[in-house]
Nanobody, 130 residues
């Protein structure tokens, strides 16, 4: 099994930046893709960004494209999300998630909904003030 622990959330003013990290441990060789999803109060969890763990290719939600960057350090089994030009509507709990599904190893397809992920972190709060 894979265990995920997020860090780096906090309070920031609109226009500011934050960098989230997610440390993976356990059977990380099984991971095909890792992503970030978020859940705002009263809303369903939504996809933010995903990266192919082997190939490094990425895919973003339209709402964050050009502002957020997902990356990973395979040697340290760590996933990152650099968030720039933050907006109040980015306020949410951000979750790191990992998928071990075989169809995502190629980097041509990505998990973009909750049930396409197998393991989840505990979440980290990001609050953007106006």
């Amino acid at each position: 099994q894979v265990q995920l622990v997020e860090s780096g959330g906090g309070l920031v003013q609109a226009g500011g930046s934050l960098r989230l990290s997610c440390a993976a441990s356990g059977r990380t060789v099984s991971m095909s893709a890792m992503g970030w999803l978020r859940q705002a109060p009263g809303k369903e969890r939504e996809f933010v960004a995903v990266i192919s763990w082997v190939r490094g290719s990425t895919y973003y939600a339209d709402s964050v494209k050009g502002r957020f960057t997902i990356s990973r350090d395979n040697a340290k089994n760590t996933l990152f999300l650099q968030m720039n030009s933050l907006k109040p509507e980015d306020t949410a709990v951000y979750y790191c998630a990992a998928s071990a599904r075989g169809q995502y190893y190629s980097g041509k397809n990505y998990p973009v909904v909750e049930d396409q992920y197998d393991r989840w972190g505990q979440g980290t709060q990001v609050t953007v003030s106006s």
